[in-house]
């Protein structure tokens, strides 16, 4: 099994650009099959999630081209069959298929998504949002079908502004008859991002990126052309290294509001950073304060970024806690930062932990847990003293863009073997 083989203690100098979001373009792919016609989406990053999106709709008889970071589709042949349990259980926004073929098709028969074993992650609330829509489902075991005779708006309100059931429910009321309004929704910049999507497809959605979203149904949908939004994740990724061990990084192409969360904790850490409209430089490290992190739905601080964000903490003077509240599995990571030196303690409820430092942190070889755990033990490995080998690093592949060739640009030792 190839692993990340990474030489700690280089330092990071230059520019990292940053690539399409991999949460946006996740659910853009099934989105287009919504289209009557051809659609065109650009700043497609090459990450294994869209591999396995793509094998779904060749298996559903779509068409789809994918050259240099573009990507068109063509569903006006495809066909609406079962997407198998291999399929599904792929990657987790294989979900986005039910809200797609339900409102093209009124029917949907496929298994439970797969993805990062990082909590129980249920999908009640989007099969809640399809059942008021109007629609029946059959569940054995893994196996859903989700049928409508006809899709009908709704008021639906979720009990957690999940991103997945609000994206979904937007798929599955986009061509419904009547309004659907869908309340404490996800506000996260992906869900604008789908939401833009379909406007220039000529759908009707308002409110997008704020907690009510109203739909109102339109009967067809045509071509147009759009562009994934940067990865706050991944920009929030590298701008976490260039604290740790950058000088004079640039991270760019992102859009630093989508970080505001991330950008306080760090000030308040004293990272010096200079924020551009599309860029942030680091110029160095520093002597860093501990600091308090809270995982909360967007704009709060990201879960996602919470296992790279423990590294930084090992690396401020005194004691650092996290609190996770949108996950119950989300700590496994820690588990092999201690392996690297990290000093962390966490509570039984496996919600909160603590971490003290500053403490060095020397290579080991080390185990990916899931996309983001494996890429906080690739920070890791950047700031640690010696060799760091990542296993499983098909998680990390999932999700970040070419990063070997990236990192490798701004100065560190890391290759594939
Ligand atoms: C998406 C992101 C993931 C990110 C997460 C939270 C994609 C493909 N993945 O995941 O990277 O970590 O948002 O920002 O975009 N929940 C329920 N019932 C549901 C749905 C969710 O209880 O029907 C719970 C989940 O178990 C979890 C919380 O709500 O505790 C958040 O889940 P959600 O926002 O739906 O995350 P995902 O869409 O799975």
């Known amino acids: 099994m190839p692993k990340i083989r990474i030489e700690g203690g280089h330092k990071l100098t230059g520019t990292i650009p940053i690539s399409g979001a991999k949460n946006s373009v996740v ?205 706050r994740i991944e920009a929030g990724t590298y701008l976490i290294m260039g604290a740790l061990i950058g000088e004079n990084l640039r991270i760019e192409n992102m859009i630093p509001n989508h970080l505001e969360a991330l950008i306080a904790k760090l000030t308040e850490a004293g990272v010096e950073m200079e924020i551009g409209l599309d860029n942030i430089l680091i110029k160095g490290t520093n002597n860093y304060k501990p600091i308090d992190i809270k995982t909360l739905v967007y704009p709060g601080f990201a879960t996602d970024l919470q296992q790279v964000m423990s590294v930084f903490l090992t690396q401020c003077q005194g004691r650092s806690s996290i609190e996770e509240t949108i996950y119950e599995n989300r700590f496994q990571s820690l588990l092999e930062l201690e392996k690297m030196g990290a000093n962390v303690k966490i509570r039984p409820d496996n919600h909160k932990a603590t971490i003290r430092g500053k403490t060095p942190l020397h290579g080991a070889d080390v185990n990916s847990t899931d996309l983001r755990g494996g890429a906080s033990l690739l920070v890791a490995g950047l700031i640690a003293d010696g060799i760091t080998n990542i296993d499983n690093i098909s998680y990390i592949l999932r999700g970040y863009d070419h990063i070997i060739e990236k990192l490798t640009n701004v100065g560190a030792k890391i290759e594939i073997i």
């Open 27 to 231: 659910a853009l792919i099934p989105t287009a099959i919504l289209c009557d016609e051809t659609v065109t989406i650009s700043n497609v990053p090459e990450i294994t999630d869209v591999d396995d999106l793509e094998n779904i709709l060749v298996h559903l008889n779509a068409e789809i081209t994918r050259t240099n970071g573009k990507v068109e589709i063509n569903s006006s042949n495809i066909i609406n069959k079962e997407i198998t349990e291999t399929l599904s259980k792929k990657l987790r926004a294989s979900y986005y298929f039910m809200g797609a073929l339900l409102g093209k098709f009124n029917r949907v028969e496929m298994y439970f998504p797969g993805g990062c074993t990082i909590g129980a992650r249920p999908i009640n609330l989007h099969l809640k949002g399809f059942e008021l829509l109007g629609a029946k489902i059959t569940e054995e075991g893994n196996h859903f079908v989700i049928e409508a005779e006809k899709l009908k708006g709704n008021n639906i309100y979720l009990d957690f502004p999940s991103v997945g059931a609000t994206i979904n429910i937007m798929l599955a009321a986009v061509k419904a008859k009547g309004k659907t309004v869908i309340d404490n929704a996800a506000a996260e910049p992906e869900i604008a991002n789908v939401a833009t999507f379909l406007n220039n497809m000529g759908a009707k959605i308002k409110g997008a990126g704020t907690s009510t979203i109203t739909i109102t149904g339109v009967k067809y949908l045509h071509s147009c052309f759009h562009e994934v939004i940067p990865d």
